[in-house]
């Protein structure tokens, strides 16, 4: 079974997009442009049944349009994360106000430690995570900490020398029913070994980065081989063009922080931000 989600935080992208982190050399995106994908991404989640709250653009942050680096929700519980990047940390606070609308309590990563919820892939067994260049260990022992009492176990999965993964989820995708989206490079990882893993070759190593929302899965536009794959499995797929994102080291996952059902434990406040 995979989670189910009813509700979504987005934060489209600010004047200041492309001044924000990146190691793709892709080029400069082109703001009107990803201010139409955005747009057209939003609609796709609603097309999934969630509920889209839209969060004003940030141009304090450059790279805050990835909300979902800057917070964790497992279940009916949330955390704040302390992104690897320093020019990142700014968006957790940001976020805070938006996630205490349906939270109680927010958890939070501490100095030392550095956690990119991008990093994190929870699946109906377990949680992977990733070390890489922006989660270190202490951020991986605090978030061990955090999810124990949830009786959820953590497997780390190494990260910091894979070309082109900034993040784990760069390279991997739960698709619920025990299957993974998976580059082969991470496929043999021990951590994988039970689940049912669908190939991501080389040439469509960006389309790894593809989101499960409730009954459909979105996925990059234009990797055609690893469409026919899941469509063969009988998902329903909603392409979606990236291309101003991939520009920028981001993919489908890192534009909205979706909330399962069961987390929605708050109403919003009348004056929640929506465009």
Known sequence: MSVRFDRALVRPPGQT???????????????????DQHAAYCRALERCGL???????????????????????????????????ASRRGEVAAIAPALSRYFPRLG???????LDAGD???????VLVGRSQRTNDEGIRQL????APAGLPLAVIEVRDLPGCLHLKSGLAHLGENRLAVVDELSSHPALAGFQRIRVEA??????????????????????????????????????????YRKMDGGLSCLSLRLPVS?????????????
Not at 17 to 35: E, H, I, N, Y
Not at 65 to 74: I, S, Y
Not at 108 to 114: F, S, V, Y
């Open 17 to 35: 997009f492309a001044a924000g982190l990146t190691s793709a050399g892709l080029g400069v995106p082109d703001l009107a442009r990803a201010l």
């Open 51 to 85: 509920e889209v709250v839209r969060l004003e653009p940030d141009s304090g942050h450059p790279d805050s349009t990835f909300v979902e680096d800057a917070a964790l929700v497992v279940g009916d519980r949330a955390l704040l994360t302390r992104p690897g990047a």
């Open 108 to 114: 939070r990563i501490e100095a030392p430690g550095t």
């Open 120 to 126: 994190v892939c929870e699946t109906e067994r377990l």
């Open 144 to 147: 061990a900490a955090w999810l």
């Open 203 to 244: 040439a469509e190593a960006y389309a790894a980065n593809c989101v499960r929302v409730n009954d459909r899965v979105l996925i990059a536009d234009g990797h055609p081989r690893l469409r026919a794959a899941l469509e063969a499995l009988g998902y329903a797929l909603e392409a979606l063009d990236m291309s101003e």
């Open 263 to 275: 987390s929605s434990i708050q109403q919003p406040s009348a004056r929640t931000a929506m465009r």
